[in-house]
Protein backbone atom coordinates (compact mmCIF):
# COMPACT_ATOMS: atom_id res chain seq x y z
CA UNK A 1 0.00 0.00 0.00
CA UNK A 2 1.46 3.68 -1.32
CA UNK A 3 1.18 6.43 1.58
CA UNK A 4 -1.60 8.61 1.42
CA UNK A 5 0.73 11.39 0.33
CA UNK A 6 2.12 9.51 -2.89
CA UNK A 7 -1.29 9.21 -4.10
CA UNK A 8 -2.23 12.62 -2.71
CA UNK A 9 0.86 14.00 -4.94
CA UNK A 10 -0.01 12.33 -7.58
CA UNK A 11 -3.59 13.11 -8.04
CA UNK A 12 -4.20 15.52 -10.92
CA UNK A 13 -2.10 13.28 -12.82
CA UNK A 14 -4.75 9.85 -12.13
CA UNK A 15 -7.94 12.73 -12.67
CA UNK A 16 -6.57 13.74 -15.40
CA UNK A 17 -5.96 10.24 -17.58
CA UNK A 18 -9.62 9.38 -15.92
CA UNK A 19 -11.54 12.87 -17.44
CA UNK A 20 -9.94 13.43 -20.21
CA UNK A 21 -10.60 10.08 -22.08
CA UNK A 22 -14.48 10.95 -21.44
CA UNK A 23 -14.39 14.99 -22.26
CA UNK A 24 -13.27 13.99 -25.30
CA UNK A 25 -15.78 13.27 -27.99
CA UNK A 26 -16.44 11.86 -31.14
CA UNK A 27 -19.70 13.51 -31.62
CA UNK A 28 -21.79 15.01 -33.84
CA UNK A 29 -20.48 13.03 -36.63
CA UNK A 30 -20.39 14.76 -40.59
CA UNK A 31 -21.63 11.75 -41.94
CA UNK A 32 -24.29 11.39 -40.07
CA UNK A 33 -26.12 13.86 -42.42
CA UNK A 34 -27.07 12.61 -45.31
CA UNK A 35 -25.98 15.03 -49.15
CA UNK A 36 -28.94 16.49 -50.66
CA UNK A 37 -30.45 15.38 -53.60
CA UNK A 38 -29.42 16.41 -57.04
CA UNK A 39 -32.19 18.95 -57.34
CA UNK A 40 -31.91 20.19 -54.11
CA UNK A 41 -27.59 20.36 -54.56
CA UNK A 42 -26.41 24.61 -54.26
CA UNK A 43 -23.50 25.77 -56.44
CA UNK A 44 -20.11 25.96 -54.46
CA UNK A 45 -16.87 26.65 -54.83
CA UNK A 46 -13.59 25.16 -53.62
CA UNK A 47 -11.26 27.80 -52.97
CA UNK A 48 -7.34 26.31 -52.41
CA UNK A 49 -5.43 29.00 -51.58
CA UNK A 50 -1.53 27.41 -52.10
CA UNK A 51 1.92 29.06 -51.79
CA UNK A 52 4.62 26.28 -52.40
CA UNK A 53 2.47 22.98 -52.34
CA UNK A 54 4.19 21.23 -55.43
CA UNK A 55 4.50 18.37 -53.01
CA UNK A 56 0.54 18.60 -52.42
CA UNK A 57 -1.11 19.87 -54.42
CA UNK A 58 -1.94 17.48 -56.94
CA UNK A 59 -3.02 14.84 -54.50
CA UNK A 60 -5.18 17.31 -52.70
CA UNK A 61 -7.03 18.18 -56.30
CA UNK A 62 -7.24 14.88 -57.24
CA UNK A 63 -9.63 13.95 -54.01
CA UNK A 64 -11.32 17.44 -54.61
CA UNK A 65 -12.67 16.85 -58.39
CA UNK A 66 -13.66 13.40 -57.81
CA UNK A 67 -16.29 14.51 -55.44
CA UNK A 68 -19.48 12.30 -55.50
CA UNK A 69 -21.13 15.92 -55.51
CA UNK A 70 -21.22 17.24 -58.92
CA UNK A 71 -22.35 21.14 -58.53
CA UNK A 72 -18.87 22.24 -57.65
CA UNK A 73 -16.20 23.78 -58.83
CA UNK A 74 -12.36 24.27 -58.13
CA UNK A 75 -10.62 27.75 -57.73
CA UNK A 76 -7.12 27.30 -57.17
CA UNK A 77 -5.43 30.38 -56.26
CA UNK A 78 -1.31 30.38 -56.28
CA UNK A 79 -0.04 32.50 -54.17
CA UNK A 80 3.25 33.53 -55.59
CA UNK A 81 4.85 30.23 -55.13
CA UNK A 82 8.20 29.37 -56.10
CA UNK A 83 8.33 25.51 -56.03
CA UNK A 84 6.32 24.42 -59.07
CA UNK A 85 2.82 24.57 -58.02
CA UNK A 86 2.40 26.64 -60.13
CA UNK A 87 3.20 24.73 -62.90
CA UNK A 88 1.57 21.67 -62.01
CA UNK A 89 -1.90 23.55 -60.93
CA UNK A 90 -1.85 25.06 -64.54
CA UNK A 91 -1.19 21.39 -66.11
CA UNK A 92 -4.56 20.12 -64.15
CA UNK A 93 -6.28 22.95 -65.04
CA UNK A 94 -6.20 22.84 -68.95
CA UNK A 95 -6.88 18.87 -68.31
CA UNK A 96 -10.27 19.41 -66.20
CA UNK A 97 -12.42 20.67 -68.52
CA UNK A 98 -13.10 23.55 -66.97
CA UNK A 99 -13.85 22.23 -63.39
CA UNK A 100 -10.71 23.55 -62.48
CA UNK A 101 -9.51 27.23 -62.52
CA UNK A 102 -6.38 28.84 -61.88
CA UNK A 103 -5.87 31.95 -60.70
CA UNK A 104 -2.26 33.48 -60.11
CA UNK A 105 -2.33 35.75 -57.47
CA UNK A 106 -1.63 39.54 -57.44
CA UNK A 107 1.43 40.56 -55.19
CA UNK A 108 0.73 40.37 -51.49
CA UNK A 109 -0.53 44.04 -49.93
CA UNK A 110 0.91 45.87 -47.06
CA UNK A 111 -1.62 44.55 -43.78
CA UNK A 112 -2.14 41.42 -45.38
CA UNK A 113 -1.53 37.50 -44.12
CA UNK A 114 -0.80 35.52 -47.06
CA UNK A 115 -3.18 33.01 -47.15
CA UNK A 116 -6.06 35.86 -45.93
CA UNK A 117 -5.15 37.62 -49.92
CA UNK A 118 -4.84 34.21 -51.30
CA UNK A 119 -8.67 32.93 -50.00
CA UNK A 120 -10.32 36.82 -50.73
CA UNK A 121 -9.05 36.81 -54.29
CA UNK A 122 -10.52 33.35 -54.53
CA UNK A 123 -14.02 34.44 -53.46
CA UNK A 124 -13.47 36.96 -55.86
CA UNK A 125 -13.53 34.75 -58.74
CA UNK A 126 -15.17 32.02 -57.25
CA UNK A 127 -19.23 32.11 -58.60
CA UNK A 128 -21.23 29.44 -56.04
CA UNK A 129 -23.66 30.39 -53.54
CA UNK A 130 -21.62 28.16 -50.92
CA UNK A 131 -17.98 28.22 -50.43
CA UNK A 132 -15.19 26.21 -49.39
CA UNK A 133 -12.15 26.83 -48.22
CA UNK A 134 -9.49 24.35 -48.16
CA UNK A 135 -6.09 23.45 -47.55
CA UNK A 136 -3.71 22.25 -50.31
CA UNK A 137 -2.38 19.40 -47.66
CA UNK A 138 -5.70 17.81 -47.43
CA UNK A 139 -7.38 15.22 -48.96
CA UNK A 140 -11.16 14.48 -49.40
CA UNK A 141 -13.08 11.55 -49.58
CA UNK A 142 -15.51 11.52 -52.49
CA UNK A 143 -18.83 11.79 -50.01
CA UNK A 144 -17.55 14.81 -47.48
CA UNK A 145 -18.82 18.08 -49.81
CA UNK A 146 -22.39 16.42 -50.07
CA UNK A 147 -22.04 15.50 -46.24
CA UNK A 148 -20.88 19.18 -45.88
CA UNK A 149 -23.60 20.35 -47.58
CA UNK A 150 -26.54 18.32 -46.12
CA UNK A 151 -25.06 19.30 -42.44
CA UNK A 152 -25.45 22.67 -43.87
CA UNK A 153 -29.34 22.01 -44.79
CA UNK A 154 -30.24 20.16 -42.18
CA UNK A 155 -28.63 22.49 -39.22
CA UNK A 156 -29.84 25.85 -41.26
CA UNK A 157 -26.24 26.70 -40.21
CA UNK A 158 -23.91 29.85 -41.52
CA UNK A 159 -20.54 28.01 -41.44
CA UNK A 160 -20.01 24.17 -41.24
CA UNK A 161 -16.39 23.04 -39.97
CA UNK A 162 -14.77 19.57 -39.67
CA UNK A 163 -12.19 17.64 -37.38
CA UNK A 164 -10.12 15.71 -39.91
CA UNK A 165 -7.80 13.00 -39.02
CA UNK A 166 -4.30 14.32 -38.77
CA UNK A 167 -1.75 12.36 -40.48
CA UNK A 168 1.54 11.87 -38.67
CA UNK A 169 3.65 10.01 -40.25
CA UNK A 170 7.30 10.55 -39.18
CA UNK A 171 9.33 10.70 -35.57
CA UNK A 172 9.00 13.97 -34.68
CA UNK A 173 5.37 14.50 -35.77
CA UNK A 174 4.48 11.60 -33.64
CA UNK A 175 6.27 12.79 -30.74
CA UNK A 176 5.10 16.16 -30.80
CA UNK A 177 2.20 16.76 -32.30
CA UNK A 178 0.03 14.59 -30.17
CA UNK A 179 0.36 16.90 -27.22
CA UNK A 180 -0.78 19.75 -29.36
CA UNK A 181 -3.33 18.26 -30.47
CA UNK A 182 -4.47 17.06 -27.37
CA UNK A 183 -4.40 20.68 -25.81
CA UNK A 184 -6.59 21.63 -28.50
CA UNK A 185 -9.22 19.13 -28.21
CA UNK A 186 -9.24 19.60 -24.39
CA UNK A 187 -9.65 23.17 -25.14
CA UNK A 188 -12.72 22.65 -28.09
CA UNK A 189 -13.72 18.93 -26.13
CA UNK A 190 -17.18 18.44 -27.40
CA UNK A 191 -18.68 19.84 -30.44
CA UNK A 192 -22.24 19.76 -29.37
CA UNK A 193 -21.52 22.63 -26.70
CA UNK A 194 -19.53 24.79 -29.68
CA UNK A 195 -22.65 24.28 -32.08
CA UNK A 196 -24.70 25.80 -28.89
CA UNK A 197 -22.30 28.31 -27.97
CA UNK A 198 -23.35 32.00 -28.61
CA UNK A 199 -20.18 33.19 -27.57
CA UNK A 200 -17.32 33.85 -29.96
CA UNK A 201 -14.94 33.04 -27.37
CA UNK A 202 -15.31 29.37 -27.30
CA UNK A 203 -16.22 28.51 -31.02
CA UNK A 204 -13.57 27.45 -33.22
CA UNK A 205 -12.90 26.65 -37.21
CA UNK A 206 -10.57 24.70 -38.74
CA UNK A 207 -9.15 26.26 -41.86
CA UNK A 208 -8.33 22.99 -43.15
CA UNK A 209 -12.09 22.90 -44.62
CA UNK A 210 -14.79 25.32 -44.16
CA UNK A 211 -17.88 25.69 -45.61
CA UNK A 212 -19.53 28.98 -45.51
CA UNK A 213 -22.64 30.39 -47.29
CA UNK A 214 -21.84 33.60 -49.71
CA UNK A 215 -24.23 36.08 -47.27
CA UNK A 216 -22.76 35.16 -44.58
CA UNK A 217 -19.35 35.59 -45.57
CA UNK A 218 -19.84 38.83 -46.57
CA UNK A 219 -21.79 40.54 -43.86
CA UNK A 220 -18.88 39.57 -41.76
CA UNK A 221 -16.40 41.01 -44.19
CA UNK A 222 -14.83 38.43 -45.98
CA UNK A 223 -10.73 37.28 -45.52
CA UNK A 224 -10.70 40.94 -45.84
CA UNK A 225 -12.05 41.43 -42.59
CA UNK A 226 -9.35 38.99 -41.60
CA UNK A 227 -6.32 40.47 -43.51
CA UNK A 228 -4.29 40.79 -40.34
CA UNK A 229 -4.80 37.75 -38.41
CA UNK A 230 -2.23 34.79 -37.92
CA UNK A 231 -5.45 32.46 -37.22
CA UNK A 232 -7.64 33.15 -39.46
CA UNK A 233 -10.30 30.16 -39.72
CA UNK A 234 -10.70 30.76 -35.72
CA UNK A 235 -11.52 34.34 -36.05
CA UNK A 236 -13.91 33.76 -39.14
CA UNK A 237 -16.09 31.45 -36.86
CA UNK A 238 -16.02 34.28 -34.31
CA UNK A 239 -17.50 36.81 -36.02
CA UNK A 240 -19.82 34.45 -37.81
CA UNK A 241 -21.02 33.67 -34.31
CA UNK A 242 -20.61 37.77 -32.95
CA UNK A 243 -22.78 38.49 -36.26
CA UNK A 244 -25.64 36.45 -34.94
CA UNK A 245 -25.09 33.67 -37.38
CA UNK A 246 -24.76 29.43 -36.82
CA UNK A 247 -22.30 27.87 -36.43
CA UNK A 248 -22.12 23.54 -37.09
CA UNK A 249 -18.92 21.90 -36.37
CA UNK A 250 -18.55 17.89 -36.88
CA UNK A 251 -16.03 14.82 -36.62
CA UNK A 252 -14.87 13.70 -40.00
CA UNK A 253 -11.86 11.60 -39.46
CA UNK A 254 -12.97 8.94 -42.02
CA UNK A 255 -13.98 11.94 -44.65
CA UNK A 256 -11.11 14.22 -44.60
CA UNK A 257 -7.70 13.46 -43.52
CA UNK A 258 -4.42 16.06 -43.82
CA UNK A 259 -0.67 16.25 -42.77
CA UNK A 260 0.56 19.41 -41.61
CA UNK A 261 3.81 19.04 -41.43
CA UNK A 262 6.70 16.83 -42.52
CA UNK A 263 9.97 17.60 -40.52
CA UNK A 264 11.04 18.66 -37.25
CA UNK A 265 12.24 22.67 -38.74
CA UNK A 266 8.07 22.42 -40.05
CA UNK A 267 6.68 21.93 -36.78
CA UNK A 268 8.62 24.73 -34.99
CA UNK A 269 7.70 27.04 -38.12
CA UNK A 270 4.40 26.38 -38.60
CA UNK A 271 3.43 25.54 -34.77
CA UNK A 272 5.83 28.82 -33.41
CA UNK A 273 4.00 31.62 -35.71
CA UNK A 274 0.36 30.85 -34.05
CA UNK A 275 0.14 28.80 -31.01
CA UNK A 276 0.39 31.95 -28.60
CA UNK A 277 -1.58 34.32 -30.98
CA UNK A 278 -4.17 31.05 -31.13
CA UNK A 279 -4.25 30.87 -27.04
CA UNK A 280 -4.97 34.46 -26.40
CA UNK A 281 -7.35 34.73 -29.07
CA UNK A 282 -9.89 32.05 -27.10
CA UNK A 283 -9.54 34.04 -23.42
CA UNK A 284 -10.58 37.38 -22.05
CA UNK A 285 -8.37 40.26 -22.16
CA UNK A 286 -6.76 40.06 -18.91
CA UNK A 287 -5.74 35.84 -19.54
CA UNK A 288 -4.32 37.03 -23.05
CA UNK A 289 -0.74 38.18 -22.21
CA UNK A 290 0.27 34.88 -19.78
CA UNK A 291 -1.79 32.39 -21.20
CA UNK A 292 0.80 31.14 -23.78
CA UNK A 293 3.52 31.00 -21.02
CA UNK A 294 1.13 29.30 -18.52
CA UNK A 295 0.50 26.41 -21.06
CA UNK A 296 4.35 26.11 -22.19
CA UNK A 297 5.57 25.89 -18.35
CA UNK A 298 2.37 23.49 -17.46
CA UNK A 299 2.99 21.34 -20.37
CA UNK A 300 6.84 20.65 -19.64
CA UNK A 301 6.33 20.22 -15.50
CA UNK A 302 3.50 18.18 -16.41
CA UNK A 303 4.83 15.41 -18.43
CA UNK A 304 8.38 16.11 -18.39
CA UNK A 305 9.29 16.35 -14.82
CA UNK A 306 8.54 12.99 -13.40
CA UNK A 307 10.13 10.92 -16.03
CA UNK A 308 13.01 13.06 -15.20
CA UNK A 309 12.95 12.38 -11.63
CA UNK A 310 12.44 8.75 -11.85
CA UNK A 311 15.62 8.55 -14.22
CA UNK A 312 17.71 10.47 -12.02
CA UNK A 313 16.68 8.65 -8.98
CA UNK A 314 18.85 6.10 -10.79
CA UNK A 315 21.91 8.38 -10.27
CA UNK A 316 20.86 10.97 -7.15
CA UNK A 317 19.79 10.21 -3.99
CA UNK A 318 16.82 11.54 -4.28
CA UNK A 319 14.44 10.70 -1.19
CA UNK A 320 12.33 7.60 -1.64
CA UNK A 321 9.00 9.33 -1.34
CA UNK A 322 10.15 11.27 -4.43
CA UNK A 323 11.12 8.57 -6.28
CA UNK A 324 7.47 6.46 -5.36
CA UNK A 325 5.62 9.50 -6.42
CA UNK A 326 8.05 9.70 -10.11
CA UNK A 327 6.89 6.36 -10.37
CA UNK A 328 3.35 6.35 -10.31
CA UNK A 329 2.78 9.84 -11.90
CA UNK A 330 5.11 8.20 -14.93
CA UNK A 331 3.05 5.24 -15.24
CA UNK A 332 -0.14 7.29 -15.07
CA UNK A 333 1.30 9.29 -18.18
CA UNK A 334 2.46 6.51 -19.92
CA UNK A 335 -1.17 4.88 -20.02
CA UNK A 336 -2.42 7.87 -21.00
CA UNK A 337 -0.46 8.32 -23.87
CA UNK A 338 -0.97 4.94 -25.05
CA UNK A 339 -4.32 5.53 -25.11
CA UNK A 340 -4.19 8.98 -26.73
CA UNK A 341 -1.96 7.49 -29.61
CA UNK A 342 -4.89 4.64 -30.03
CA UNK A 343 -7.27 7.05 -30.67
CA UNK A 344 -5.02 9.42 -33.11
CA UNK A 345 -4.36 6.10 -35.05
CA UNK A 346 -0.64 6.72 -34.15
CA UNK A 347 1.34 3.27 -33.16
CA UNK A 348 1.80 3.05 -29.54
CA UNK A 349 4.88 2.34 -29.33
CA UNK A 350 5.72 6.22 -30.21
CA UNK A 351 3.77 6.98 -26.19
CA UNK A 352 6.99 6.12 -24.82
CA UNK A 353 8.51 9.37 -25.75
CA UNK A 354 6.04 11.54 -23.99
CA UNK A 355 8.45 12.84 -22.14
CA UNK A 356 10.25 14.67 -25.09
CA UNK A 357 6.93 15.54 -26.59
CA UNK A 358 5.38 17.06 -23.90
CA UNK A 359 9.33 19.18 -23.47
CA UNK A 360 9.25 20.07 -27.11
CA UNK A 361 5.38 20.62 -27.10
CA UNK A 362 6.00 22.67 -24.68
CA UNK A 363 8.81 24.60 -25.96
CA UNK A 364 6.78 25.76 -28.63
CA UNK A 365 4.35 27.23 -26.65
CA UNK A 366 7.51 29.67 -25.03
CA UNK A 367 9.03 30.42 -28.17
CA UNK A 368 5.24 31.18 -30.25
CA UNK A 369 4.77 33.80 -27.21
CA UNK A 370 8.18 34.66 -26.82
CA UNK A 371 8.47 35.76 -30.42
CA UNK A 372 5.94 38.56 -30.06
CA UNK A 373 4.69 40.46 -33.18
CA UNK A 374 7.58 38.92 -35.44
CA UNK A 375 6.35 36.27 -37.68
CA UNK A 376 7.88 34.37 -40.71
CA UNK A 377 6.42 31.60 -42.89
CA UNK A 378 6.93 29.68 -45.77
CA UNK A 379 9.32 32.99 -46.54
CA UNK A 380 7.97 35.87 -45.91
CA UNK A 381 8.20 37.79 -42.75
CA UNK A 382 5.54 39.71 -40.90
CA UNK A 383 5.48 42.11 -37.89
CA UNK A 384 1.83 41.93 -36.04
CA UNK A 385 0.77 44.71 -34.62
CA UNK A 386 -2.75 44.01 -33.19
CA UNK A 387 -3.73 40.21 -32.96
CA UNK A 388 -5.87 40.57 -30.56
CA UNK A 389 -8.91 42.55 -32.25
CA UNK A 390 -12.51 42.18 -30.90
CA UNK A 391 -14.75 40.09 -32.01
CA UNK A 392 -16.34 41.98 -34.91
CA UNK A 393 -12.98 44.05 -35.84
CA UNK A 394 -10.15 43.60 -38.36
CA UNK A 395 -6.69 42.53 -37.11
CA UNK A 396 -4.35 44.53 -38.68
CA UNK A 397 -0.69 44.01 -39.91
CA UNK A 398 2.45 44.03 -42.44
CA UNK A 399 3.55 41.29 -44.09
CA UNK A 400 5.99 40.99 -46.96
Not at 250 to 263: G, I, N, P, V
Not at 353 to 382: C, D, E, H, T
Not at 384 to 398: I, K, L
Amino acid sequence: MLPPFELLAALPWLVFAAAAPFALRFRPQLADHAPPPAQDSPFVSIIVPARNEAENISACIATLINSAYTNFEIVVVDDGSVDGTTDIARILAKRSDGAIRLIEGEPLPAGWFGKCWACWQGYHAARGELLVFTDADTRHDDDLLGHAVGAMQRTDADLVTVLPRQLMESFWERVILPHIFTILSLRYRDARRINRSRNPRDVIANGQFILVRRTMYERVGGHRALRGEVVEDLRLAQRVVGSGGRLYVAHARDLLETRMYRSLHAIVEGWSKNLAIGARSTVDAWLRRPLPWMLGILTIAFWTLPPVLLVGSLFLPLAASVTRWAAITTAVSLAFWTYMYARLRIPVLHAAFFPIGGLLAGSLFLRSAARGQRIRWKGRSYDVTAHQSDDSGPGQGRGT
